[in-house]
């Protein structure tokens, strides 16, 4: 019956998933508002700036590594912890039970 569950519970938040990415638009969309230089409030879109001046910023060549380490260095320890807590998760879901009967 446990089985049941969690098979149920994962085929419905895979559904979930499935929804909401259907409403994600085109990645190739030139009228996306991360493909254009500034918002519809007239400021700079953050992503164009982490293109354009990543190597200027950190004299890195790897523009990940600069985002992470260098914009975003104060909450990326929270993001590896996350990471690592969803990680631990699968790994706990996922793992085989080998029940020992009891005499």
Known sequence: MKNYIQFFLII????????????????GDADNQMNRETSITGTK?????????????????????????????????????????AGMICFLLLRKHEHEEEE
């Open 12 to 27: 419905c938040f895979t559904g979930l998933l499935l929804f909401a990415a259907m409403d994600l638009p085109y990645r």
């Open 45 to 85: 879109v953050p992503g164009n700036y982490y293109v354009q001046e990543a190597y200027n910023d950190a004299h890195t060549n790897n523009m990940v590594t600069v985002v992470l380490g260098d914009y975003r260095s104060i909450d990326t320890l929270g993001e590896q912890i996350v990471i690592f807590t």
